[in-house]
Each structure stands twice: as structure tokens, then as C-alpha cells.
């Protein structure tokens, strides 16, 4: 039976984590995997995550079962945080799934079973995860422009002209903030423009929001989102907790549903119960019981939004050392691109010459396209980087 399967190609991200682990210089760095670390170069348990944990190893008492939509507790709070104040908060309903690419894998089942002949329309480029989930969901998949290569930023024109052809039968895949991989985020205008689109020619909004808190700050990074689902009567919305909460390996998100009526956004949460049932069934415990913790507790809720704010203002600040690094060594704003983007990551558009040529020269890792995890950068390394990429011609 095995024997038919060939010999895969290999994860590129997974591949370079490996090359990096084997390769022996003390000057390394490792700027592909996307997960924050603090200057010392480790991913931190948040200390609002701590002791959250402290008070659930006191008072939790079973480790039964908490069915198929997850902790409803996690899920209202989820649910309030990004939706705060908006008029769909009261039409909206929350599903608890495996970090957000669960969410992603059911919503894209969900529309898989009440609307197959959709095509999901996701930027270029866009995250790794979103094409495959949504083809193995039988999804057709087109994309629309996003980002100039010039500029490092988005073409709102053209992606705009693009969106403005889709109709009743297209599905519009969002980055709520922080876009992954590029960092360029589109504008309030943009999102106002879109809104009006989708009520216009019927195509349904789809937002994926896993960096809430690492752009602007946690409101401000929500905005478009909320002006969006302010004005459309559905929506579906995929989100994580990996980032913002620093729980990676607790694989806790959640999917919502926006509909005309929280009958019909009930109806649909029970579909995708329904379609869970037969993968993974139910959804992991811990992850979601300390981000309900933290939220539902006033001195947590303030420590968590402390630290996450700390976590914004280091990764903008080394933004803006590469910025004023490059403008000193180059004399060119080029390199400016990178004050502007928001979130973990930008996209430089090296060529694979050069991403090869900084991982041999200077034990540079960064993925295939030129997606830098800014994040992983230490404040020492700031100066490497910049002559770095100065020396290969970028």
C-alpha cells in the first residue's frame, strides 16, 4: 500500500528550522519560523499565561469532555474582543477550533456543504495555509493583486478593481491586520470600499485576524474588521491565539459566524459541529480555558494588554532601527518599507540567490519569497542585517 507513496518534497519552513538547528556558527539567525521572541531569542510565556495557568491547576476538577463547540466561556469572550461594541456582536456566533487554521479548515467545510460551487478569492500573496486548506476543502481558489513589488506596499487600485468583479458566488479572503507574509496592511478606505462592494454585488467577506494587538495595538488593529462587519449582513471570521497570547503549541482559535440573525448564525455554528464530528471532533481544553481566564479577570485582562503592548512597541521599534540602520549605510529611504508594514513579518522580495548567499555569508535564515520574521530579530543583530542585505544587492 505504501510503497505508491513518493518521497515528499519537504515543508520549506520545517526544512529550514532543520538547516539552522544542524548549522554550527554562534553568529546564526533565524528569521524564518513566524513566532515572536524577546531579545534573549525566546518565545516567552506571557506572564498573565502563567498565571492564568496557576489558578486553573487550583480550581479545575474534571478532565471530561467539553463537546463539540468547545468552552462557550472562551468563545463569548473571544467573541467580545473582536467584535466589542459592532451591531453583529447580537448576530454572531463562536466556535472554539485548533488554532486558526482549524477554524480555517471549518469554515471552508462549511461553505464546502452549503455552497460548493464558491471560488475563494485570497491575496498574492497570502498566507501558506490559505490556498491548501481551501482546495482540500474542494474549493476552488483564485487570487486577487495585493502588493507592489516596487513599493513593498498594497495596491489598493487594483485590488480593489479586481474585488469589485467578484459576485454572489465569490467568497473575499481578508487579512484583519498584520498581513502574513508581506506586512502591508490595506487602509480604513479600503475596507470602507470593500463594504460597500460586498453589499453591493453579494460576495461574502472573510476575515482571518492571528496578529490582533501586534500592528497598532489591539482596538486599532480590529477597525477594519469591525467596520466591515458593521455594514454587511454575514461574514465569517477565522482568529488565533497562537500570537497575541503566545500559546503556539496550545493550538486554541476560534471560528464566528455572522449572519442576518443569530437563528441563522446558530444554525450554522451547528453545521460546522456537525462537520468537526467527523475530524477532529472536539476541540483541545487548556489553550482556550486561560485565554477565558485572562479575559473574564480584571488584573489579568490589564497585564496581558501590558505585555502584548510591550511585545508592539519592540517589534516597531526594531522596525524603526532597520529603518534608520539602512538609511545610514545607504543613504536610500528603499529600505523604508519596513516602518511602514505591521505585524511579525515583512516581504523584501529578495531573489533565492540572495536568501542563499545570506544564509552561506552570514548565517542569515530567512524563508523562500523574502519573508523576514522581524520578531525573531534581536536588537544586536539589527546592524548585521542591514550590511547583510546591503552586501548581497538588495
Known amino acids: 500500500m505504501f510503497e505508491q507513496i513518493a518521497a515528499p518534497k519537504g515543508d520549506p519552513i520545517l526544512s529550514l528550522i532543520t538547516e539552522y538547528r544542524n548549522d554550527p556558527r554562534s553568529d546564526k539567525i533565524d528569521l524564518g519560523i513566524g513566532v515572536y521572541r524577546n531579545d534573549e531569542g525566546i518565545t516567552p510565556i506571557m506572564k498573565a499565561v502563567s498565571a492564568a495557568e496557576k489558578l486553573l491547576l487550583a480550581q479545575e476538577s474534571t478532565k471530561a469532555y467539553q463537546g463539540l463547540t468547545g468552552d462557550e ?12 461594541t459592532t451591531s453583529a456582536l447580537g448576530r454572531t456566533t463562536t466556535l472554539q477550533t485548533p488554532g486558526a487554521s482549524g477554524a480555517l479548515r471549518n469554515l471552508a467545510d462549511l461553505i464546502a456543504a452549503t455552497k460548493p460551487d464558491s471560488t475563494v478569492w485570497i491575496s498574492n500573496p497570502s498566507y501558506i495555509n490559505h490556498r491548501p486548506i481551501m482546495l482540500r476543502a474542494g474549493l476552488k481558489v483564485e487570487e486577487y493583486p495585493y502588493l507592489d513589488p516596487k513599493t513593498k506596499l498594497v495596491n489598493e487600485a487594483a485590488m480593489l478593481a479586481k474585488i469589485a468583479e467578484l459576485g454572489a458566488d465569490d467568497i ?14 490595506i487602509s480604513l478606505e479600503a475596507w470602507q470600499q470593500i463594504a460597500a462592494l460586498a453589499n453591493k454585488n ?21 477597525k477594519g474588521m469591525q467596520l466591515l462587519v458593521d455594514q454587511v449582513p454575514e461574514m465569517i471570521i477565522s482568529t488565533s491565539c497562537s500570537k497575541n497570547f503566545g500559546l503556539y503549541r496550545e493550538r486554541t482559535g476560534a471560528a464566528m459566524i ?25 476541540p483541545p481544553a487548556h489553550g482556550a480555558a486561560i485565554v477565558r ?33 539602512f538609511q545610514t549605510l545607504s543613504q536610500s529611504d528603499r529600505f523604508n518599507y519596513f516602518a511602514q508594514h505591521k505585524g511579525m513579518f515583512s516581504l ?29 530579530l534581536k536588537e544586536s543583530e539589527v546592524t548585521t542585517l542591514a550590511q547583510a542585505f546591503i552586501h548581497v544587492g538588495a
Not at 73 to 84: D, I
Not at 178 to 184: E, K
Open 73 to 84: 466561556l472562551f468563545n463569548e469572550a473571544l467573541q467580545n474582543l473582536l467584535l466589542g
Open 172 to 185: 473575499l479572503l481578508l487579512h484583519g491586520c498584520c498581513h502574513n507574509p508581506s506586512g502591508a496592511d
Open 202 to 222: 453579494g460576495f461574502l467577506p472573510f476575515v482571518d485576524i492571528a496578529y490582533q494587538g501586534l500592528g497598532n495595538g489591539l482596538e486599532e488593529d480590529a
Open 258 to 282: 455572522v449572519s442576518n440573525s443569530i437563528e441563522q448564525a446558530t444554525n450554522a455554528r451547528a453545521k460546522m459541529c456537525e462537520l468537526s464530528r467527523g475530524s477532529y471532533s472536539m
Open 293 to 325: 481566564t485572562i479575559l473574564n479577570d480584571a488584573e489579568l485582562n490589564a497585564l496581558w494588554r501590558q505585555e502584548l503592548d510591550e511585545m508592539n512597541q519592540r517589534v516597531n521599534g526594531l522596525r524603526q532601527a532597520l529603518v534608520n540602520e
Open 348 to 376: 523584501t522580495g529578495l531573489s533565492d540567490d540572495m536568501i542563499a548567499q545570506l544564509k552561506s555569508e552570514f548565517g542569515i535564515y530567512i524563508v523562500g519569497g523574502g519573508r523576514v520574521n522581524i520578531a525573531g
